[in-house]
T-cell receptor
């Protein structure tokens, strides 16, 4: 089954404790991205990747890092989480031709205390 | 950056009614997509529609790129249509990069 998986689905952590949210897709997609969703603000793009070892900033990259060492994985790293990073995070992937149909993961709800 | 405005922000429908959701964008775009987020948070792509009209069952979408808007039509609405509908536009930003910008969504509630 074609899918995008994210882990963990829920996470409560404390300020400053490094964390990683994993994202994996099994569709051999070249494009992957991370979004955060906040009430009243919709979805905002954090980072995206066009291929292995090729990443670029989206609209709200501050406080986040990403890596793309393998085509199927695109982890989101918060080196020193802060309460303003409390949000719902989505990973997405799509084929090479522009963004085409975006497939979204189930979401990760992160709370930073 | 590009601005994406959706209207109305909230919509309540009686089951069986029809509705039209609108998406306006501030600049020329390469593509446009409509998504549905169900009440459990799952995001599903509905249409990938840079221009023209597409239909999928009770849903259809029309994009008029030259006038910078898109419309999503829902006919004979059902309670399962409830959720938030997002419009997202794609703009080529150079060197093979595409960025996707979302509107803030239209929250639809269909009541029996």
């Amino acid at each position: 089954e074609a899918q995008v998986t994210q882990n963990p689905r829920y996470l409560i952590t404390v300020t400053g404790k490094k964390l990683t949210v994993t994202c994996s897709q099994n569709m051999n997609h070249e494009y992957m991205s991370w979004y955060r969703q906040d009430p009243g603000l919709g979805l905002r793009q954090i980072y995206y990747s066009m291929n292995v070892e090729v990443t670029d900033k989206g609209d709200v990259p501050e406080g986040y890092k990403v890596s793309r060492k393998e085509k199927r994985n695109f982890p989101l790293i918060l080196e020193s989480p802060s309460p303003n990073q409390t949000s719902l995070y989505f990973c997405a992937s799509s084929t090479r031709q522009g963004w085409d149909t975006q497939y979204f993961g189930p979401g990760t709800r992160l709370t930073v205390l | 950056g590009i601005q994406v405005e959706q209207s109305p922000p909230d919509l309540i429908l009686q089951e069986g009614a029809n509705s039209t959701l609108r998406c306006n964008f501030s600049d020329s775009v390469n593509n446009l997509q409509w998504f549905h987020q169900n009440p459990w948070g799952q995001l599903i792509n509905l249409f990938y529609i840079p221009s023209g009209t597409k239909q999928n069952g009770r849903l259809s979408a029309t994009t008029v790129a030259t006038e910078r808007y898109s419309l999503l039509y829902i006919s004979s609405s059902q309670t399962t249509d409830s959720g938030v509908y997002f419009c997202a536009v794609e703009k080529y930003s150079g060197a093979g990069s595409y960025q996707l910008t979302f509107g803030k969504g239209t929250k639809l509630s269909v009541i029996p």
